[in-house]
């Protein structure tokens, strides 16, 4: 009775996992659809100025209204996925390569080489994430490949102590052992067989380290740190129209807000989803 009540309980945890990266997928295509497509989805560019619509309300030749500006609201929070996303996913590619490396090296060489680097690390771990990611912003100023670094540079830390944590795990197994007795280098002990095998923690919580990074780059838009103006991106829209919210012009600021929520959503539950699947194979 106890298999059996564990195999359905398997079972149910796997289905549940199912439907969250199905439910993830969907949105994330949705809004991959919106970011190929932006162009064709909206009549106006993402900084054309329509000089008699200033703070219009949705309806007409502007869906979604105006800002203060005379900018597309519409248009620009199409356009704003494209940038949000991009360095969302650059900042987290960027951080996995180097997060690995680090563990990597951290974890397979042991003594001085690991004390040194998790010291390192635990410098950059001793500060709350968007407080630190908030002082390099405020060091190396806005711009794209800033804030892809400074994302990038926060979010390290974790990849590396996960995948340190593999390795020390996976250099005492067997057929490491017999890779090097059997004449293989040990670079090429590194690449073809620990590394690989140690990213597993990595690639899931990887999608979930996305919306985390999406909300960072808002944040820092949001105070002025991010993406300068007039470019279009989405925390930088809700500084913009956080005022328009008391006068009653929602719309300047809640769509580019409910996007992120619905994007952040996409990557969470894809994120949660793959967290359920490793954890319902473990069991």
């Not at 106890?2 to 993830?24: H, N």
């Not at 593999?166 to 670079?187: D, H, K, M, Q, Y």
Request: charged share 15%; aromatic share 8%.
């Amino acid at each position: 009775m106890a298999e059996a009540s564990g195999v359905r309980e398997t079972g149910a945890d796997r289905r549940f996992a199912s439907s969250l990266i199905t439910v993830g997928s969907v949105i994330l295509a949705v809004v991959a659809v919106a970011v190929l497509f932006a162009p064709l989805l909206s009549s106006w560019g993402p900084e054309e100025i329509d000089p008699l619509a200033s703070l219009a309300p949705p309806g007409g030749a502007h869906p979604l209204g105006t800002d203060l500006n005379g900018m597309d609201v519409w248009s620009r929070v199409l356009h704003a996925a494209r940038l949000d996303v991009g360095i969302a996913v650059a900042a987290v590619a960027l951080a996995v390569v180097a997060g690995s490396l680090v563990g990597l090296v951290a974890g397979y060489r042991g003594g001085w080489a690991d004390d040194v680097l998790m010291r390192v690390l635990d410098v950059f771990q001793a500060f709350p994430t968007f407080i630190l990611a908030l002082a390099v912003a405020a060091l190396l100023g806005g711009g794209t490949a800033n804030l892809i670094a400074v994302i990038a540079l926060v979010n390290a830390p974790a990849y590396a102590r996960l995948v340190r944590a593999e390795v020390r795990s996976i250099r005492e197994l067997p057929f490491v052992e017999a890779s090097l007795t059997s004449g293989s280098s040990f670079w090429g002990v590194l690449w073809r067989h620990v590394l690989p095998n140690s990213l597993t923690p990595v690639r899931v919580i990887a999608p979930l380290n996305c919306g985390w990074a999406m909300l960072t780059l808002a944040g820092l838009s949001f105070l002025g740190l991010g993406v300068p103006l007039p470019t279009a991106e989405w925390g930088a829209m809700i500084s913009l129209g956080s005022g328009d919210v008391v006068a009653g012009r929602w719309w300047t600021s809640v769509p580019p807000g409910l996007f992120l929520l619905i994007c952040v959503l996409g990557f969470s539950l894809l994120g949660e989803g793959l967290q359920e699947r490793a954890d319902s194979k473990r069991r």
